[in-house]
């Protein structure tokens, strides 16, 4: 067995009129994700773009293997799209475990620190509005046991409870 079939599996006289249109189409694809792979702007715009451009060269590799009957070919076009969902999940983790705020579709690294930035205006707000409240005395809000607390319990959000627990 070579890896050829004894017969085509798409008709001659169909082939020679789509090869030329259908690589006309996958040559503009291509080229249209190789600029959106140079230019980004963020991580998961290049990972969508690499997500496009293997499955472009997959149809193409297929429409290949249709066309001169090269089954061959198949554990390569196999192999190719193992790769790319591997690399895809990597992308996706690596991305997922950043120093910013969780990813975003579309997001640059500045929006995601602004965003971080007014996080922590936020909480710098809260904290000196805690601070003016416990200096105008425990008179104007309900003490502890109204408010269902054990005596002393500071009211601290979940995402700031381990920042308080390291100071």
Do not use: W
Not at 11 to 24: F, G, N, S, T, Y
Not at 72 to 83: F, I, K, N, S, Y
């Amino acid at each position: 067995m070579n890896g050829l079939s004894d017969e085509l599996l798409i008709d001659p006289a169909i082939l020679r009129i789509a090869a030329p249109i259908l690589l006309v189409i996958f040559l503009a694809t291509l080229v249209i994700v190789v600029i959106k792979l140079i230019r980004g702007p963020s991580i998961l715009d290049r990972m969508i773009a690499n997500d496009v451009f293997l499955a472009t060269l997959l149809c193409g590799l297929g429409a290949f293997i249709a066309a001169t009957g090269r089954v061959d070919l198949l554990p390569v076009l196999l192999a190719v799209a193992a790769l790319g969902f591997v690399g895809s999940v990597s992308v996706s983790r690596y991305v997922s475990r950043s120093d910013t705020s969780s990813p975003v579709v579309g997001e640059t690294r500045s929006m995601a620190q602004a965003h971080t930035l007014s996080m922590a205006q936020r909480r710098d707000q809260e904290e000196a509005q805690r601070q003016r409240s416990s200096r105008a005395g425990s008179a104007d809000g309900p003490d502890d046991a109204e408010a269902g607390r054990p005596a002393g319990a500071e009211t601290v959000g979940p995402l700031f409870a381990e920042e308080q627990e390291q100071s």
